[in-house]
Nanobody
Framework: QVQLVESGGGLVQIGGSLRLSCAAS????????MDWYRQAPGKQRELVASSTRYTTTTYPDSVKGRFSISRDNAKNTVYLQMNNLKPEDTAVYYC?????WGQGLQVIVSS
């Protein structure tokens, strides 16, 4: 009933930037949590950033100061701005809005 569409991933050079977006549609009621996760090859999925209607938080020390989360509640959309990308940021990025998960976006950071 809730569909999430992610966009903005791809191949980027070290030091480059990407902005991921995730838009929700369907049966949505009073969305609070909008979050981003990522899973690198051979590693477990980790929470990258989370948001409520009034707060934003980034979690791993490795992304603090480089990543930021924002949202447009009117559009039911959450964004992840990623700056100064590093090879260790290579992963599949998943948004989570409410109880729903996106399909995953591949982000590859290379020289």
């Amino acid at each position: 009933q809730v569909q999430l569409v992610e966009s903005g991933g791809g191949l980027v050079q070290i030091g480059g930037s990407l902005r991921l977006s995730c838009a929700a549609s369907g049966s949505i009621f009073s969305i609070n949590a909008m979050d981003w996760y990522r899973q690198a090859p051979g590693k477990q999925r980790e929470l990258v950033a989370s948001s409520t209607r009034y707060t934003t938080t980034t979690y791993p020390d490795s992304v603090k100061g480089r990543f930021s989360i924002s949202r447009d509640n009117a559009k039911n959309t959450v964004y992840l701005q990623m700056n100064n990308l590093k090879p260790e940021d290579t992963a599949v990025y998943y948004c989570k809005i409410g109880r729903s998960w996106g399909q995953g976006l591949q982000v590859i950071v290379s020289s």
